[in-house]
């Protein structure tokens, strides 16, 4: 029997339960209110790490919170809007005025302590992300200001590379259907290999460098790429496109995809997406072998194509220099931006953040665009001929193939303009690069090239911490499991409405109705030209007029037109006196004739 009173247990911290008090009680919406300011107050005492990771969980990210915010915001105006009310009947008004007048306490704490439960989430995920993210991706250092990484060839970091990675240093000769070009898996298990000219394409084990399958299709192939797992994989061969399983059999023809150049499978969707010659943007359901939506670009053909894996907004680069994005949602594109002014886009890729975006011109320059802004941040010149091929690998490495070198920049490269690469590798006798596609989960690049295939290592390009949860991603599953993932990742498939350029706006509460929507955009557009005018920002441009009427001599008269004086005003008057003038002499001759024609009375 505790012998302690009440005051000791208040000293020590301990609380005196007893008779009702042993019912556990939940906290109100007040003291929930007050831990949460408190656990904020503490997150934003921390470093500048801590509140982003912490972020990234609570809100979604930085952008996130801000577009919330603005949401909330949007709300209350069309609440207080009275167009909003007219849509409501008269019980819907009195409930939405008794709301505004009286704030329902029960819901406001109820609110409150799903918030505090969310921020507890938060800042718990984010400790655990510390706690099972124990490996670190490292990338080359220099011991010295004189020596560069980019110096440093593939034979000499082979001297320092553990066993295990040395072996994904190698060449595959194979220069009777080349060019080659190359995929990987989700997973980074498998490798797809191509021939275009011959039409080879073999399926390989990356992890024992075993041949699963090999075909010849004896015509020529533009592009592969696996589908929602390994046991499946897609090529565009000369005619139609075709699905084919891992034991090289042919599945299915899809007739509707003719003379096809480039595709990107999303995984989240089931899609399949094409495009080619005719210019044509074709979405593909795999797992019910419809087509979803065709859209015509009204570009002509188009050679490169690649997906945001972020919101899975598909992007397209085109022969005027011009990239376009779509979604399946909307017929015509959703953006579209002038990258590189009278040349054609040979090359795209975006980073898994889908913040940055890189594309290469056949001017040989690369430019970094800031998809948040859609604007151009810098860019970089390619020497040796124009990029042909780019990709960004899970840690930020870009990599660009051009003419017979390969040279691979750091994370940093994306933010800011770096003066030196990171690697570099030359494929001497081998160019042009057809394709550069660095491997999930590992520090390896694969290089499809005029002679065939070639493996490099690239330290820290790839993501050490390996996320097992997600569908098909983890190459150490059995049949047993992939079967299982199969299964979930179809009853999880997303529908292709939900291809938007903010992926945060799916799952909040919609801006109101779309007539105050437009309304609401048109006034911001109307007073952003307003203060643009009345700031000199924007000069009226005189629209063309009839020939004749450009000369200088009628552009002053119509500018004197507009001036008032003295003068003028005289002789405004004098004009309009002689017009009325001119009209009561017309009105009384017509009155004359008239008489003089009438017939004499009987």
Known sequence: MSHLTAEHKQLMGEQDIGGTNLIAKGESGAESEKRRKLLKKQIAEGSQEEIERVSQYYNGGQNAKYYNSQRRQNLRMDDANPRAMEKLNSHQQRSLLKRKRFADKTVKAKISRIETKRLDAAIAAADAEIILNTEQSGFLEVDSEMERTYKLTQNQLKEHLDEQTAKHIYDLKLDQYSPYGMNYDRSGRCGLLYGKNGGHIALMDMHTMALKTEIHLNEKVRDATFLHNTSLFAVAQKKHAFIYDDSG????????????????????????????????????????GQMMTTHRTKMGACHTMTQNKSNAVIHCGHLNGAVTLWSPASSNFLVKMLCHRGAPVQSLAVDKTGRYMVTGGADSQVKIWDL??????????????????????????????????????????????????????????????????????????????????????????????????????????????????????????????????????????????????????????????????????????????????????????????????????????????QKTLRETEKNEAIVSTTKKQAPSAL
């Open 372 to 577: 948040r802004m859609y604007k151009q941040t810098h860019s970089y010149f390619t020497r040796g001929g124009s990029p042909t091929s780019l990709d960004i690998s899970q840690k930020g490495v870009l990599g660009i193939g051009h003419g017979s070198q390969t040279t691979f920049w750091s994370p940093e490269s994306l933010r800011t303009k770096v003066k030196d690469p990171y690697m570099g590798h030359s494929l001497n006798g081998k160019g042009p690069v057809e394709s550069v596609r660095f491997r999930p989960f590992e520090d390896v690049c694969g290089l499809g090239h005029s002679k065939g295939i070639s493996s490099i290592v690239i330290p820290g390009s790839g993501e050490p911490n390996l996320d097992s949860m997600e569908y098909n991603l983890n190459p150490y599953q059995d049949k047993k499991q992939r079967q299982e993932a199969e299964v979930r990742s179809l009853l999880d498939k997303l529908s292709p409405d939900m291809i938007t350029l903010d992926p945060n706006a799916i799952g909040t509460v919609e801006e109101g109705d779309t007539h105050t929507r437009l309304e609401r955009n048109q006034q911001m557009e109307e007073d952003a030209n307003e203060k643009k005018l009345r700031d000199g920002e924007v000069k009226v441009k005189e629209k063309n007029r009839m020939r004749g009427r450009n000369k200088t001599g009628k552009k002053l008269a119509r500018k004197k037109k507009n001036v008032i004086d003295a003068n003028v005003l005289k002789l405004k008057e004098e004009k309009s006196k």
């Open 249 to 288: 059999i042919e599945i299915h023809r899809m007739s509707e995809h003719q003379d096809i150049f480039q595709m990107q499978f999303l995984p989240h969707h089931w899609l399949l997406c094409t495009i080619g010659r005719t210019g044509y943007l074709k979405y593909h359901d795999t797992s019910t």
